[in-house]
């Protein structure tokens, strides 16, 4: 079943979606050569701390981490450590979550740590967080599932890569419900695959977590013995970009957007819901 909010419900996952705002503003100026990813965990569990939240990811099927802090070629799930440190060139992502009043916010970034980034690895975190702004800007009434895996898919597939060949889409991953709980229903693949049909129709009340993660080569995986480190099979480095998004009467509102997301879909053509938290 596919959880609908209510105007109010939606109201507290924006309240959620501010804290993970700040998570990530917070984690990404502290990732600088010679922090570890502990560090990072720290810096935000006390953002949380300050804004009254509870962790979302700590305790989640026993995730040791407030955040989850994955490098170069780890994917996803990355468990911050302070065995981890951060080296100029590095490409990090940075998962965060938090819960306010029982309601969930989810987003991800990739940041690059320090200076020394080939044009290839900034061109592959930017093509996969414009591939997240085109499935947000096909979350709207009367389309269905399916039509934000497209428009995900399309616009990767458009993009060349700078030293040739083809991005990897990561099939075993992807977006997913988000509400009461932060994985719920529909699980949302970021390419189409036409034996799942077209999935659910997208109405006012729907929330859904849209987060693409691409490799330079390979889309496949394999989680190491900690039960949780993702990495691609052919050690290619990877990105990874997601926003907690709500469809309303009057468009969709990015929760875990400072703005709404009203700067990046008005480039789109896309006018966002209030806010509102005002």
């Known amino acids: 079943m596919v959880e609908i909010k209510t105007p109010e419900q939606i ?9 993970v705002a700040a998570m990530h503003e917070a984690c990404a100026a502290a990732a600088v050569p010679g922090a570890t990813t502990k560090d990072l965990d720290e810096v935000a569990a006390r953002v ?46 940075i998962d965060a979550g ?28 930017r093509v996969t967080e414009e591939s997240m702004w085109a499935g947000i800007a096909a ?9 934000i895996s497209k428009a995900i898919e399309s616009y990767i597939r458009r ?7 083809k991005y990897g889409i990561i099939e075993d991953y992807g977006g997913h419900g988000i509400g009461s709980q932060m994985h719920m229903d529909p699980h949302l693949l970021n390419y189409v695959e ?15 977590a ?9 889309a496949r995986t394999h989680v190491l013995s900690d039960e949780w480190t993702v990495k691609t099979n052919d050690g290619t480095w990877s ?16 929760l875990t957007a400072p703005d709404g997301g009203r700067a990046k879909l008005a480039e789109l053509g896309v006018e966002v819901a209030p806010d509102p938290l005002g």
């Open 11 to 19: 109201a507290k996952m924006r309240e959620a979606g501010l804290v």
């Open 48 to 93: 949380l701390a300050d804004h009254g939240a509870k962790p979302n990811f700590l305790g989640y099927g026993g995730f040791p981490g407030n955040i989850c802090t994955s490098v170069n070629d780890i994917v996803v799930h990355g468990i911050p450590s302070k065995e981890t440190v951060l080296k100029a060139g590095d490409l990090l992502s």
């Open 98 to 125: 938090a819960i306010v009043d029982g309601w969930h916010g989810d987003a991800a970034l990739t940041v690059f740590v320090g200076e020394g980034h080939s044009a290839e690895l900034r061109e592959l975190s």
């Open 139 to 147: 979350m709207r009434k009367g389309n269905r599932l399916v039509d």
């Open 159 to 165: 993009q060349p890569r700078p030293a040739g060949g």
């Open 194 to 208: 036409r034996r799942r049909g077209r999935g659910p129709k997208l109405v006012p009340g729907m929330c859904l």
């Open 210 to 218: 849209i987060e693409p993660m691409v490799s330079l080569g390979t």
């Open 239 to 254: 990105s990874h970009w997601e926003h907690s998004i709500a469809l309303t009467e009057q468009g969709p509102l990015v």
